[in-house]
């Protein structure tokens, strides 16, 4: 069974600051994998979809990075900036099925 | 814009009382999904429907029901809600390919 872990839970940093947000995963027949940002009391917003055939992906500030092999994907904000502040959950698809397994997300303060 | 809407977006029900929730979808996408999300956890999900073909999670209590009469709609019904149903639940879709989910905004259900 597919696990999935992002670490820290929690990340607070002053404005400007780049984010490096981890997600590890224990089972590397993955199709793809899925970055989102969840607001307080709201569904999930998809920020980068990367394919398992890819080593990156990026739009705008964020760049999401991929290493199959190892199990680990990366999400860098750059520049952090206030609006930043939200829940950011990693789902990965596996090689076999369509549905997705979570991680439980690392919640991210940027401080003015 | 083509898009995945909830409603209603809050619902308070009494312990037992049955509830529907809804989830309409503009993408045309033949893949919908429930999940439910309670506190600082991971989207769980509960079942899903490839058209009109029903996959139920094996954990998935059997309180919980599911229809989609057309390729737009679909419901979850709560028979009996116990106060352990409190959660945000959230419908998602997506389409063949590389099944890109998603998200709508998402209902707090709130069992009192």
């Known amino acids: 069974k597919q696990e999935v872990t992002q670490i820290p839970a929690a990340l607070s940093v002053p404005e400007g600051e780049n984010l490096v947000l981890n997600c590890s995963f224990t089972d590397s027949a993955i199709y793809n994998l899925q970055w989102f940002r969840q607001d307080p009391g709201k569904g999930l917003t998809s920020l980068l979809l990367?394919?398992?055939?890819?080593r990156e992906q990026t739009s705008g500030r964020l760049n999401a990075s991929l290493d199959k092999s190892s199990g680990r994907s990366t999400l860098y904000i750059a520049a952090s900036q206030p609006g930043d502040s939200a829940t950011y959950l990693c789902a990965v698809r596996p090689e076999d099925d369509y549905k997705l397994s979570f991680g439980a997300g690392t919640t991210v303060t940027v401080r003015a | 814009d083509a898009m995945v809407i909830q409603n209603p977006r809050y619902q308070v029900t009494q312990f037992g009382k049955p509830v529907t929730l809804s989830c309409s979808q503009t993408l045309n996408h033949n893949v919908m999904y429930w999940y439910q999300q309670k506190s600082s956890q991971a989207p769980k999900l509960l079942f899903h429907y490839y058209d009109k073909d029903f996959n139920n999670e094996a954990d998935t209590p059997d309180n919980f029901q599911s229809r989609r009469p057309n390729t737009s709609f679909c419901f979850l019904d709560i028979r009996s809600p116990g106060l352990g149903d409190t959660a945000m639940y959230l419908c998602?879709?997506?389409?063949?390919?590389?099944?890109?989910?998603?998200f709508g905004p998402g209902t707090r259900l709130t069992v009192t």
């Open positions: 990367i394919q398992s055939s890819q």
């Open positions: 998602a879709t997506s389409r063949p390919g590389n099944y890109e989910q998603y």
